[in-house]
């Protein structure tokens, strides 16, 4: 039972998520982050991945013990402040995988054989003048995964059946049967499909630049389901404008949700709203397991998905 009171919800929950939370507790709204702190003996935070934890937020309220994001990344919090002041953090990992799979697939396949421009073409009637151009087949090629953890794995395991040669990058090589690059430039140079799946932290900051593009070539794809943190967005831009790679499927920005406009005048460009785990099913169960860490903190339990900095 979760004490009246105790949990500050941080920012605004879509309806079909916030109705979920209501189902289960009475949180007390904190939705204009520029008015004061509503009062209470706040214990807990509940946050979504998409809202930032201000550092001068949470120090304005040291009874808060826990801070449950709703996402399964946290570069959204504080982590180093949380670390000080022994501060717990739960994030929503696992729950998300399928649709975000799912979502990397379509992406993939949408760009090389570019979809959404055949469908143009159809609408257009350009079709009865000119065949739709050539695309790019996936079978027999190599494709790269820079993250090798429960989405990077569950990824590579969706992949196997496209006939694909599979490779991944991280700090250390995983129990899987995929060939590991320790250098992402190598993963970039062996691969033509480049997937990235890493959480965004200080080692993956602008992990994808000009040399990662230069070595990934002209006939390479690159597809962001991570962070827009990870990619040097004007090196990005640059190789696509000049055509260093063939192109980049991004779900994710640095600006979002107004991501650098110079992105959508580009014809190798396949560009989604950050909706990797935007699907009904998705965001009703990650906003369970945010609320499942939260009853277990309050009944002094083991949290279901602890974030271990
Ligand atoms: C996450 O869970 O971190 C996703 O990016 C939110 O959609």
């Not at 013990?65 to 990992?93: H, M, Q, W």
């Not at 932290?201 to 389901?225: E, M, P, R």
């Not at 992105?263 to 560009?271: G, P």
């Not at 397991?289 to 949290?303: G, I, R, T, W, Y």
Request: proline share 6%; net charge negative; glycine share 6%.
């Amino acid at each position: 039972m979760i004490p009246v009171n105790s949990v500050l919800q941080v920012g605004h929950f879509p309806e079909i998520m916030q109705a979920e939370i209501d189902c289960r507790l009475t949180p007390t709204r904190y939705l204009d982050l520029s008015a004061p702190i509503p009062a209470g003996n706040f214990e807990a935070i509940l946050i979504r991945s998409n809202t930032k934890l201000l550092e001068s937020l949470i120090k304005q309220i040291p009874s808060i013990r826990l801070v449950a994001t709703c996402g399964v990344g946290f570069d959204n919090l504080p982590l180093s402040y949380l670390k000080e002041n022994g501060i717990k953090a739960s994030n929503t990992p696992g729950v998300l995988n399928d649709a975000v799979c799912e979502l990397a697939i379509g992406m993939m396949l949408s760009l090389m054989r570019r979809i959404p421009e055949s469908q143009e073409y159809v609408k257009s009637t350009a079709w009865s003048q000119v065949p739709f151009q050539l695309t790019s087949t996936l079978a027999g090629k190599c494709v790269g995964i820079a993250g090798m953890g429960r989405i990077g794995q569950d990824l590579a395991r969706r992949l196997e059946p496209f006939k694909v040669k599979l490779a991944y990058s991280g700090p250390h090589p995983k129990a899987v049967p995929y060939t590991y690059y320790k250098d992402i430039v190598d993963l970039a140079a062996a691969s033509d499909v480049l997937f990235l799946a890493c959480p965004a932290t200080s080692d993956t900051d602008n992990l994808i630049d000009a040399k990662v593009l230069d070595a990934l070539g002209s006939h390479g794809y690159l597809i962001n389901i991570a962070r827009g943190s990870v990619v040097d967005e004007e090196a990005l831009l640059y190789a696509l404008q000049h055509k260093k790679i063939a192109g980049a499927a991004l779900d994710v920005f640095n600006h979002e949700p107004n991501p650098n406009s110079a992105f959508f005048k580009l014809d190798n460009v396949l560009l989604t709203p950050h909706i990797g785990s935007a699907t009904l099913e998705t965001r009703i169960a990650m906003t369970n397991l945010a609320v499942d860490n939260l009853e277990a903190f309050f009944a002094q339990q083991p949290l279901p998905s602890e974030v271990h900095y």
